[in-house]
């Protein structure tokens, strides 16, 4: 069972902020869930220092207190693969295969991007994020400094990658090893950063196999798409007579830490080679786009029988619609039950632990986030459980997996910075940001040219 035992503040002095009176998710050391009521987390220095009841803080002091009563206290949640300023063309492409979606309609526009358009469109994710409870997020994308700025001035956490195609030469890959190296530890150590090529279908074996070669030189992760689909793993296996998983392992790239988006298309051929990996693999599930573009879903079950993490996500909002983790997290549990065929699972604990630790784990910063435990970052959001869409309670976990919506957040804490309260945001001026985006919509949505920045054929 998770651990109950009340931990008390490690100094007697002033604390930076006391969340008090909530039902706080605990974890134990297997990942279990639970819950533990009337309680209080203590915040110092951006990192939890206690968690325990709410009398013992009831005279601590504090500079900022948050009266957590009616609420639930759970871990930020972690968008473990987008592409944030792909909000600039959410509903702009709908109904569409994979091939029209991406050739005819996204990478065309994403042709005409500025660096400002970036700013703009990652500015505008962020806010959504924060309201919806993300407190951190894997981001591949481009002109990354831009989206690296958004994170600074927001106050998210993100682990950021430049995405190159073999396409454009070594200077994709040279361009997404430069921004790793100058960016890893910005924002107040909040950024960390990865190595982006784009999937095996777009980046050749040489570049795959140099990818790896620069992780292992400096010390970075890969972040990339891999067995997107089934389809993407029938033709690779036509092709090349391996899956896209056996590629990855064939480049040494599951010698190195890597996340791979979506594994749809994993093949039980893959897991003895996925269970061979000598470093992290993580994969991130993004349920919503699955159902949109009649994909199957991510094996979960199968990748937690050989250890390997699943992550929340939501892809992109141009494909997804929205960045709402929460709604991916029930979407998960449901389409997991679906394809097994087998009520039994996931149960609502377990997608609380794929939201959180596994979500934390797939992202290399286990021990860092995904728990509200002393030591850990201070990223927390407080959850009203007080509306009647909710009430009553019989089991809190299915509550919130099944009941509860993104908009009940009510306010989002990182590195014990309270970035939303009471649903309001602090840091970003959403008006403003829309505004802005409005003037520039019809140039970016413009077809009067057929440019592309890549074409799809997975």
Known sequence: MPDRTPHTPSRPGAADLVIEGGTVLVHDDHDGVGFAEDAAVVVRNGRIDAVTTAAAVADLPAVERLDARGRAVLPGLINCHTHAPMVLFRGSAEDLPIEEWFNERIWPAETRLTGHDVRLG???????????????????????????????????????????????????RERSLDFALRRRGGAGGRITTSLAPHAPYTVSDADLRATAGLARDH????????????????????????????????????????????????????????????????????????????????PVRLLRSIGVPVGLATDGAASNNTLDVWESMTLTALMQKAAERDPRWLTARQALDHATTQSARALGLDGQVGRLAPGHRADIVLVDLTGPHVQPVHDLAT????????????????????????????????????????????????????????????
Request: glycine content about 10%.
């Open 219 to 298: 010390g970075l992760p890969v972040h990339l798409h891999a067995a997107e689909n089934r389809e993407q793993t029938e033709h690779s296996l036509a092709r090349h007579g391996r899956t896209p998983i056996e590629t990855l392992h064939r480049a040494g790239l599951l010698d190195v830490d890597v996340l791979i988006a979506h594994g749809t298309g994993i093949l039980e051929r893959d897991l003895p080679v996925l269970g061979s990996a000598t470093a992290r693999v993580g994969v991130a599930t993004a349920p919503r786009g699955y159902l949109k573009f009649a994909w199957d879903t991510t």
């Open 122 to 172: 990652a500015l505008l994710a962020c806010a959504e994020m924060i309201s919806r409870g993300v407190t951190t997020f894997a981001d591949h994308y481009f002109a990354m400094d831009e989206v690296a700025h958004a994170v600074e001035v927001s106050g998210l956490r993100a682990d950021l990658g430049w995405a190159y195609f073999s396409s454009i030469g070594p200077a994709g």
């Open 399 to 458: 509550a919130l997996v099944h009941s509860v919506r993104s908009g009940d957040v009510r306010t989002t804490v990182v590195d014990g910075r309270v970035l939303m309260r009471d649903r309001r945001l602090l840091t970003l001026d959403v008006p403003a940001i829309t505004a802005e985006i409005r003037g520039r919509l019809p140039a970016l949505l413009d077809r009067g040219h057929g440019d592309r920045v890549q074409h799809y054929d997975g």
